[in-house]
Every structure is written in structure tokens, then in C-alpha cells.
Nanobody
Framework: QVQLVESGGGLVQPGGSLRLSCVVSGSQVSNSNMGWYRQAPGKQRELVGSMSSGGWTNYADSVKGRFTISRDNAKNTLYLQMSSLKPEDTAVYLC??????????????WGQGTQVTVSS
């Protein structure tokens, strides 16, 4: 019973910052491939960035240099630090986890999504 609980979304000004949190239960972020996705109205869901179980990160070009993924293994929490926010960053942001399972099926788990709105 893997669960992801997101928080931190809200309304921010352009150029502002926001940190999203994803608390994971039923699995370990250190034993999972993790990702942040976003979906804006009328657009396909896109991968914002990812972190492997080993802690390596990757980012979409649109957010590179502005967004940072980190994790706190003790708190079993994944973070998305967003800075220099732009109106085009407005979207529902979703946390994703794919626990590493040896010899079994690897399932995707999703958070409920949290709305980030960047507007003046």
C-alpha cells in the first residue's frame, strides 16, 4: 500500500519560489525511482524532473537551472524546490514513485496532485 501525499502548492508571483513536498509511505524513496510531473490545461502530462534510487537527478530543459529535486531519506520525503517561477509553470504537479522490486512487477504510484499557479 504505497501512498504519496503532496503538499506545498499554491499561488505565487512570477519570479517567486515554492517548495513542494511528497511524503511517501509503504515504500522508501531511497529504493524508488522518483519523479515530479506536471500537467497544464490542454497539455499532456510532462516529466519535470526525476531522481533515481541512487540519488541522480535529471530535469526537463524548461525547468533546468530553476527547479531542484531533493530528498530526505529519514523523512521519506521527496522535494521539488521551484525558483524563478514563470506563468508557464502553472500546472498541477504530481509526485510519482516506482519502487525497485527485484524479480517482480514495478508499479507506478502517484500522488493526488497539487496546484501551482504563477500569476501576478
Amino acid at each position: 500500500q504505497v501512498q504519496l501525499v503532496e503538499s506545498g502548492g499554491g499561488l505565487v508571483q512570477p519570479g517567486g519560489s515554492l517548495r513542494l513536498s511528497c511524503v511517501v509511505s509503504g515504500s522508501q524513496v531511497s529504493n524508488s525511482n522518483m519523479g515530479w510531473y506536471r500537467q497544464a490545461p490542454g497539455k499532456q502530462r510532462e516529466l519535470v524532473g526525476s531522481m533515481s534510487s541512487g540519488g541522480w537527478t535529471n530535469y526537463a530543459d524548461s525547468v533546468k537551472g530553476r527547479f531542484t529535486i531533493s530528498r530526505d531519506n529519514a523523512k521519506n520525503t521527496l522535494y521539488l524546490q521551484m525558483s524563478s517561477l514563470k506563468p508557464e509553470d502553472t500546472a498541477v504537479y504530481l509526485c510519482n514513485a516506482r519502487p525497485i522490486v527485484i524479480g517482480g512487477t514495478r508499479y507506478d504510484y502517484w500522488g493526488q496532485g497539487t496546484q501551482v499557479t504563477v500569476s501576478s
